[in-house]
Structure formats: structure tokens, C-alpha cells
């Protein structure tokens, strides 16, 4: 990546999304946003009492984190959102072209013994399954790029960050 792009940290709850955000950033040197930031407190509490979202309940969500992104357009960004389906991804590109998506993927196993030693977040690991249900790995027109989340955040950092560039 020769150019400052905006990039998207996405994946299923507990695949490190908000760990791995912050050290992408700082690797590329670029601000970092953490997507759940962007929530609705009715969003929160609806996931808080083990209730999956709506893609109704999204759409505002989506549309806020957009604005963040195509905000930073040309000056580079990195945004944590979970962004399961191709819908919410196109979404996303529609308010700001030209973003680029780090897929964080591992097994769920791996991830379900993350979430539960989580402290103090909002998602139960009960929703975990409706994660991995609703989840539209990247297609192939789409920019980005998968990442396996087995290793320490620093090991999976590096491999995004490589990763991203080979990114035309």
C-alpha cells in the first residue's frame, strides 16, 4: 500500500478486532477508531441482553462508521467493524470507495476460549454462533485480505500489515 488507505479490521466477535485495530494503526501510523464506538446505546443494550442485531440496527451504525472513513479518505485510517456480510461491506464502500478490509479468521474453537476470557465487553460469547452464521467471508472483487488470528497480536499485526502490502 503506497497510498494512505482507510482500513477495515473485521471478523467475528472475539477474533481480536479491537486488539489487533490499534496495532495496525500504529504500525502504519495512521489514527485507529474503534468501531463499537459508533453504536447506538440501543444497539449495546440489545447485544448486552444476548440479542443479535437486525440489519436494521446496523444500518445507522454502518452509515456513522462510513462517515468516520470516508472522512479520512486519502489521509489513511484503520476502523474495527465486525462488517459479517458482503451488504454491510458494500455499505461501507458506498460512503467511502477505496476501502481496504483485513479479515481476522481463525478457528472457532480458538475464538470461543478468547470471548470467554474477555473482562468487562458487551458481547456473550452466546452470540457467537449467530456470528459465524451470518458471516460472508470476502469475495474475490473485493480489496482486502484474510488473516489468520493464531499467535500473539504482535504475530498477527505483522502478517496484516504484510499482507497488506501486496495490495495493488
Request: with cysteine; hydrophobic share 45%; aromatic share 6%.
Amino acid at each position: 500500500m503506497n497510498t494512505p488507505h482507510v482500513v477495515v479490521v473485521m471478523g467475528v466477535a472475539g477474533t481480536g478486532k479491537t486488539t489487533i485495530g490499534p496495532l495496525l494503526a500504529a504500525r502504519l501510523g495512521v489514527p485507529y477508531a474503534e468501531g463499537d464506538d459508533f453504536h447506538p446505546p440501543a444497539n449495546i443494550a440489545k447485544m448486552s441482553a444476548g440479542t443479535p442485531l437486525t440489519d436494521e440496527d446496523r444500518w445507522p451504525w454502518l452509515d456513522a462508521i462510513g462517515d468516520w472513513a470516508d472522512g479520512r479518505a486519502g489521509l489513511g485510517g484503520v476502523v474495527s467493524c465486525s462488517a459479517l456480510k458482503r451488504s454491510y461491506r458494500d455499505r461501507l464502500r458506498a460512503a467511502a470507495p477505496g476501502l481496504v478490509f483485513v479479515h481476522l479468521a481463525g478457528d472457532r474453537a480458538l475464538i470461543e476460549d478468547r470471548m470467554s476470557h474477555r473482562q468487562g465487553h458487551f458481547m456473550p460469547t452466546a452470540l457467537l454462533d449467530s456470528q459465524f452464521a451470518t458471516l460472508q467471508p470476502l469475495e474475490s472483487d473485493e480489496a482486502g485480505v484474510v488473516v489468520d488470528v493464531a499467535g500473539s497480536p504482535e504475530e498477527i499485526t505483522a502478517r496484516a500489515a504484510k499482507a497488506l502490502t501486496e495490495i495493488p
